[in-house]
């Protein structure tokens, strides 16, 4: 994930060039404009399979939604709320119930600092998790 002026002034093609040679293969720009998507961005990003995943929110229309989902191939990321939307257990629940996945990487993060040890908080993490 990253914004949209640090990686013009980096350039498009050597971005996803080198996102493709870390073995990236897909890119939040949450401020990268639609428009720019479709005549800039997804050429380049298509040449070197990465995929750039689209935004939404509660408030984005059906319509769009739909626009979104035919002019893109990854998946679309639903920002559920203004807060940290991964320290909330409900936002978790909610989305288990109704999408196809769920980002909770802030929870990961918040278990890191609790237990200093990777190994500690991914056990955590799937414990929290029903796993």
Known sequence: MGYLNPILHYG????FADLADSGVSGV????LPFADYQ???KPIADRYDIRVIMMITPETSDERIRFIDDNTDGFIYMVSSASVTGAQKQTLDS???????AIIGSKFVNLLRETNDPDK?????????GE
Request: hydrophobic share 50%; aromatic share 8%.
């Open 121 to 129: 908080a991914l056990d955590k993490l799937m414990e929290a998790l």
């Open 12 to 15: 498009y093609e050597k971005f």
């Open 95 to 101: 989305a288990q119930q109704n999408a196809a996945g």
């Open 28 to 31: 939040i720009i949450p401020d």
């Open 39 to 41: 005549t800039i961005v």
